[in-house]
């Protein structure tokens, strides 16, 4: 429980210092959302009128402790742009941002677990040399270029995708799943390659220890041994990986859903940021950082589920 209650606590703290740090860093960037707001219907007086209205008069602890005390409870207060509440905003645009995320990450476990494995038993064959060339190759695109790149070949070539024809999940599913395929595909496929080089490096280090020839001595089949031992152990820093992946998939998928004209967070955050739309920034960003901590603290829970030495050494250390 002690393991537990350290998380928990460091999670806390890591958020409250990021939404702090968010708060400050916008309240000290040059411009007045209120002079944003009334564009050119802006004078001095109905500027400082806006300005009291929206609280944005008040010293800057005071604003911060309303604006976390309102997070908390699940206000996140009103868009200055749109005049709609930033937690319904995110609402609508949070299912297609994690649909896509999680289409990606499936793409990664379908394409790099199995291949890792391919390469491990084929040793310096044909086919481990033929899947680290293409690996080398998929790990120095970019996604964004990727997805430039599918987008040309699938939507103006081959005309199998229209660029730009979003369908939202509302009106088909079907339509809003087919189209996130490619940009998931952007997301995934350099992940994957990397994957399949650490899973495979991984795994080639656990089959010259030790225990894998005890095991083999005892009659143990060659998959047998692999699967039940081997994979287990050289999932260990695979986890790490994921885990570091799936938070970075969240990043690229604000460049992602710029390509390929995706109504999500990342392009809500853009549009957010170039109108000194505040309350919806600063939530964004404090999501990103809620699902970057909860993803370790994951990965650390799957540490201690896959290594027993990390619980024993935890519980003696504790």
């Avoid at 390469?119 to 044909?126: M, S, V």
């Avoid at 599913?173 to 087919?178: I, K, M, Q």
């Avoid at 225990?211 to 143990?220: E, F, L, Q």
């Avoid at 692999?226 to 695979?238: D, E, F, G, Q, S």
């Amino acid at each position: 429980m002690k393991f537990y209650i350290k998380k928990v606590i460091t999670l806390m703290i890591t958020l409250l210092i990021v939404s702090f740090l968010t708060f400050l860093a916008f309240d000290l960037i040059s411009g007045d959302p209120a002079t944003s707001k009334l564009s050119t219907q802006a004078t001095p007086e109905k500027v400082e009128a806006l300005r009291e209205e929206m609280g944005l008069n008040d010293p800057l602890p005071i604003r911060y402790a309303r604006w976390i005390a309102g997070f908390a409870s699940g206000d996140l207060g009103e868009s200055y742009s749109y005049h709609l509440p930033v937690g319904q905003m995110l609402l609508e645009k949070l299912p297609v941002t994690l649909t896509m995320m999680g289409i990606s990450f499936v793409m990664i476990l379908l394409l790099g677990i199995p291949l890792g494995i391919l390469c491990a038993r084929h040793e310096n064959g044909i086919v481990d040399h033929i899947l680290s060339v293409l690996n080398q190759i998929a790990m120095s695109i970019p996604p964004f270029f990727l997805g430039i790149l599918l987008t040309f070949l699938f939507g103006l070539v081959l005309k199998l995708f229209t660029p730009g024809g979003y369908v939202s999940y509302q009106d088909s599913t079907a339509g809003f799943l087919g189209y996130l395929i490619l940009p998931s595909f952007a997301i995934a496929l350099p992940k994957s390659a990397m994957t399949v080089k650490l899973l495979r490096s991984s795994v080639l280090g656990q089959l010259r220890q030790d225990y894998v020839k005890t095991a083999h001595s005892r009659g143990n089949s060659q998959n047998g041994v692999l699967y039940r031992h081997v994979l287990r152990n050289a999932c260990i820093p695979v986890l790490t990986f994921l885990g570091m992946a799936l938070a970075d998939m969240l990043a690229s998928s604000i460049i992602i859903e710029q390509v390929f004209g995706i109504p999500g967070l990342g392009r809500m955050l853009v549009s957010s940021i170039s109108g000194r739309d505040y309350p919806v920034v600063q939530a964004i960003i404090t999501f990103l950082a809620a699902f970057v901590v909860i993803v370790n603290f994951l990965v650390d829970m799957g540490y201690r589920w896959l290594d027993p030495r990390v619980r024993l050494g935890g519980s003696g250390n504790e």
